[in-house]
């Protein structure tokens, strides 16, 4: 069974740019997480959907994060337009409902220049 | 607000010395916990976990940890220490059951010869 995959694995942009990053989860896990660390702190929560409904997106930094799931499958997290602390380490999760352990992907790093 | 502190970012041990990784939350309602380790240009992969019933449990690799609510702790460790355990290890607590991760900063382990 193919685990949670993410892309790109690096992205480099600059300050302005927009950048989206996807998230493929396990199939059949309904709940889709989107985490983020941020370079020397703890990983934080950003949002969580149930297949295509946001359940919790208390996280969100703020309005330039804007993230879907289509038809409840894949997930994308784009950021427009970039800035300097958004650079980090994106995590996504995704968990079958019965469950509940979250299995994760390998991460996508962001650095904005 | 639930909230995990690992102490100590850097712990180092020699090859076969006892592993100790400190964690301690803070919870409103029965935490769910979890340990949860990185290795270089990996994911995060679960080591172990609590939610209810006995308190101390077993993962993967060798390590086990214990809940104790009086101390709000939950230690990782492992008898013997392998050069294969150098990685990065995350505390995480979620309340309510299965939900979303409120993680700790991480503590890195280096094992030496």
């Known amino acids: 069974e193919a685990g949670v995959t993410q892309f790109p694995s690096h992205s480099v942009i600059e300050k302005g740019q927009t950048v989206t990053l996807r998230c493929d989860p396990i199939s059949g896990h309904d709940n889709l997480y989107w985490y983020r660390r941020v370079m020397g702190k703890e990983i934080k929560f950003l949002l969580h959907?149930?297949?295509?409904?946001?359940?919790?997106e208390s996280g969100m930094p703020n309005n330039r994060f804007l993230a879907e799931r289509t038809g409840g499958t894949y997930s994308t997290l784009k950021v427009q337009p970039a800035e300097l602390e958004d650079s980090g380490v994106y995590f996504c999760?995704?968990?079958?409902?019965?469950?509940?352990?979250?299995?994760f992907g390998p991460g996508t790093r962001l650095t904005v220049t | 607000a639930q909230s995990v502190t690992q102490l100590g970012s850097h712990v180092s041990v020699s090859e076969g010395a006892l592993v100790l990784l400190r964690c301690n939350y803070s919870?409103?309602?029965?935490?769910?916990l979890f340990w949860y380790v990185q290795y270089p240009n990996q994911g995060l992969q679960l080591l172990l976990k609590y939610t209810t019933g006995a308190t101390l449990v077993k993962g993967i690799n060798g390590f086990e940890a214990e809940f104790k609510k009086s101390e709000t702790s939950f230690h990782l460790t492992k008898p013997s220490a392998h050069m294969s355990d150098a990685a990065e290890y995350f505390c995480a607590v979620s309340e309510g059951g299965y939900n979303k991760l409120i993680f700790g900063a991480g503590t890195r382990l280096a094992v030496h010869p």
């Open positions: 959907f149930v297949k295509e409904s946001k359940q919790d």
């Open positions: 999760a995704s968990s079958h409902t019965k469950s509940g352990e979250q299995y």
């Open positions: 919870s409103s309602v029965p935490p769910y």
